[in-house]
């Protein structure tokens, strides 16, 4: 992918190098970071809050810093992958600002937060170990860097694309926050059974993932050949019925909250081959 070049948004708040206060929330190693995650596939488990029992973690705290570049957003990382991070983000800002202003709507762009190990959020304690995720409470999407090194060496997805689509799945989650669609799937999810109401999770990350295409449908003029292919190995990399089984457990589809390989793949083709967001209503259609 060919990003270089590419304006990199200044909405990156580098968090890289600070330390959480000492005391809770910072004492649960890699190998328990691991088992988390692993738990949490297995039992549909939101990760954040099984991250906050386990560690106690506070949400409002602040990190201490560390030396790093302060955590102040507005200044473009300096070292390759920051500065890819940003970039992509400012690509989605282009995407979605011209997706905004057909529609007559304002775009309200997102702050991207880099962070190491775990970092406090307004929804709770985030922690690599969750992967990359968008809080809707406060607007940012939190990525730890290095799960784009697990992405690679864990799951064999490699490449730009790979790792730009997860940034665009996340932002996915930003455009779907500001249209109201994820208020509306949680108003639904309230008082359903946990199988009901992991079925509409499952649509909006499926929703998250075409967006992600449309983001890229409407960069083509970035993409290598091959690029589309890493970003679908990527897709395929992180469906739920393929980390079950990695987690030596049972495929169960009725714990499922991101959707199954093949259905993540369709999806994100979906939006890659059409570049239009209103044909990513994952709620009207067969999964």
């Not at 529609?103 to 690599?128: D, H, I, K, N």
């Not at 607007?139 to 730009?164: E, H």
């Not at 679908?232 to 980390?243: K, N, P, Q, S």
Request: charged content about 20%; some cysteine; aromatic content about 6%.
């Amino acid at each position: 992918m060919r990003w270089q070049g590419s304006k990199a948004s200044r909405n990156v708040e580098d968090r890289r190098g600070m330390r959480l206060p000492e005391g809770r929330g910072a004492g649960l190693g890699c190998g328990g970071l691991i088992l988390l995650l692993v738990v949490a596939w297995l039992t549909g488990t939101n990760p954040l809050q099984l991250l906050d029992a386990v560690g106690n973690a506070p949400s409002a705290q602040a990190p201490v810093d560390a030396g790093g570049s302060g955590g102040i957003p507005g200044a473009t990382p300096a070292d390759t992958e920051g500065e890819f991070a940003a970039t992509i983000l400012g690509l989605t800002e282009e995407t979605w600002g011209d997706a905004f202003r057909q529609r007559g709507q304002r775009y309200q762009e997102p702050t991207l937060v880099l962070f190491e190990r775990a970092t406090p959020s307004a929804c709770g304690m985030g922690s690599a170990a969750v992967g990359p995720f968008y809080c809707p409470a406060d607007g940012k999407v939190y990525i730890d860097l290095s799960f784009f090194d697990a992405l690679s060496q864990r799951f064999g997805a490699d490449g730009d694309f790979a790792r730009a689509y997860v940034i665009a799945h996340e932002v996915g989650h930003h455009v779907q926050n500001l249209l109201g669609i994820s208020d509306h799937v949680r108003n639904q999810q309230r008082g359903l059974s946990g199988g009901d109401a992991n079925e509409l999770s499952v649509r909006l990350e499926l929703q998250a993932d075409c967006l992600a295409g449309v983001w890229g449908a409407s960069h083509r003029d970035l993409l290598e050949p091959g690029d589309v292919e890493e970003g679908l190995r990527a897709a395929a990399a992180i469906g739920d019925d393929t980390l079950q089984r990695r987690a030596g457990g049972e495929v169960q589809p009725e714990s499922w909250t991101h959707g199954s390989s093949q259905q993540r793949v369709r999806w994100l083709r979906r939006g890659l081959d059409t570049g239009d967001p209103d044909a990513c209503d994952t709620f009207a259609s067969a999964l």
